[in-house]
């Protein structure tokens, strides 16, 4: 990872915007800049030179893991250490500018901050300039992003085969929603996870309509869909993938039920809206147009009010980052950035159905970065 | 959970301060006070009743969830619907002030609230007085933290019979941190675990000496401690405990070497001054006098330098709660209140010991929670 040049392009916009310094303090920022992978930190970058801030707990590791950054130690808090090296500088006599960031520094700390800092030194609010730089990942990123998203794709095909193999033997053994997760979170861990990128989603039967339905304690309901919604954390970067599932034997072709809503019909037409989606993905387009083809997709099916969420979101060092593919959004699409594409429907009560691919934009489009197939799937 | 009951007691915090409500940002607090476990939502708590705000993902869950508050699903973000709510109440003619909590709300959502809400509206900053009510478990929460612990403490023999069996049959097969990492969590995901507490450290040799080790690749050093910390968290409540095992044939009893710093020597001592902590633990005792109980042991064992982090802390919802045991803290302990009691000894870049317990104050000590011997293990 390249941080000195990531440091180098947040020291443009100081000195752009006549800031003196920027006080990282949102930890994916923290380690986008200088590597560090720990849970307490302070990052103050200057025109001069970075200094991270951590206490004694991650002395070692601080020293091991940051770059472009000299590495302070405090007995106290991150934030005091700040704010005793800032009343040790000489420059007191003129008036300082330090740019927080607004979006994650909390009112408290803000106003312990200024207390305890001397009294030349202003904390402004800025835009939350270091994730707007993530929006577009690098190589390095994309590399892990790509191998995130392939182990990601493992563990799918190992539901399918956990799921499959529940019923071996003509037996059907009742298998939890859980079961399916522990699995497939045994086999993220022994491939060199460092943790799941949310709480696996395995969502059955009616649960299928929760768009957030964490594994349960319920077992599989047959012959209707399991909605599996999950992702790892690779070297920091996350995964995020989506099918549904049906468990059981395959119900007719699309059309062949009566049922305006059955299955296969409804799964095909949130297949045809993730597909319009993908294909509405390039440089110059908003996210608000993407998210756009997807809804419009289902409205003509008579599903657009089923569709309650947005179409996708940014992911990298975070499972949610900007740009969000929603409606009204109008961040222009850029070569680099990462999203996901996942529309769902969801009829409260009864069952759901959602497909969530990872694209990267590309110079002319979009490259589907999950290599996981889409076509209905009975097991 | 008997939610109207921690409402009430806030509403008389809430006229006692001369608030009109109190709105509720941190989700732990939000769990606390009305049941909902997901990952958005604000609620607001008046003298007339409770109004809790999220987003149409959670549509459902929120109305099975939420007890003792009103549910108000919003299109957009639970904060502007908030805003927009207060805009329509009719009590507009006088000047309203809400406290917020300004240890979890950031610079830009209380920016954002303020600009979106009718003028007459004024976000107070408040102390956190609902994790100073959480500080005190009640009979619900002391069940679930009992479950809790219990589990985690079967995953340490989960742990213990992986390192063991990676020797069976004469032939010591190399095992990977990660791997003892992956069964327990199989493990607590089985047993209904919600998810682990925390990244599981599993530190082993050198890695020991890291504070926060997080399991790794590397493969359990034969002859030296692996230090193993970790919890679940079930039904919402965290577990927390470490112990530290020596991998490989026992060494000789404590001072049987003439190093100062051999392990089983190191290791008594560590069990020492945790015990002496243990001991200090009574009701209008100060944390500090806890942590300071158990660093008297081990500066008397010429160990002191080598305990660089605090005795404890509180756990509940939060992994991470007050009261915390530290140096300096001088927060009275009460019965109810569940605290780690957890000294440890580094010696950066060689090896480390911690060991650590969950306790509940009682009316005259202390009841330990964590069942695990913590007698010196070889194995």
Known sequence: MNFPARQKKLREHLSTAR????????????????????????????????VFFTDVRYDTQAHEEVKGAKVAITRKSPLTGVAEFLGKRRKRA????????????????????SQQSPSGVAFKDSAPVVERAR??????????????????????????????????GGRKKSLREVEVAAEMELMARRSGAEAM??????????????????????????????????GVILAGYCSDQTRSVW?????????????????????????????AAI??????????EVDAAARKVLRKAGLGRYFTHSTGHGVGLEIHEIPRVADGQTEILE?????????????????????EDMVVVTSTGCEVLTPTSKDFLAV
């Open 197 to 230: 990128s949310f709480p696996t989603i395995i969502a059955s039967g009616a649960r299928a309509a929760l768009p957030h339905g964490r594994a349960s304690e319920q077992t599989l309901t047959p012959d209707a869909f399991v909605v599996c919604d999950f």
């Open 135 to 168: 929006m577009v990942k690098d190589a390095d990123e994309m590399n892990h992003i790509r191998e995130a998203v392939r182990l990601g794709a493992r563990l799918f095909d190992r539901a399918v085969e956990v799921i499959r193999s529940s019923k071996n």
């Open 94 to 113: 003129r008036k300082w500018s330090i740019a927080t960031e607004s979006e994650h520094l909390t009112v408290a700390e803000k106003k312990r901050l």
């Open 19 to 50: 800031y003196d310094a920027l006080l990282v303090s949102h930890l994916p920022n923290i380690r986008y800049l200088c590597g560090f992978t720990g849970s307490a930190g302070l990052l103050l970058i200057e025109e001069s030179g970075s």
């Open 279 to 288: 294909e509405a993905v390039r440089p110059g387009v908003a996210g608000g």
């Open 335 to 355: 070569p680099g950035m990462v999203i996901t594409i996942e529309p769902g429907v969801y009829f409260p009560g009864k069952w759901g159905v959602r497909i």
């Open 247 to 275: 468990v059981g034997s395959a119900p007719g072709p699309a059309g062949s039920s009566a049922d305006p809503f059955d299955a296969r019909k409804v799964y095909e037409a949130v297949r045809d809206a993730q597909q």
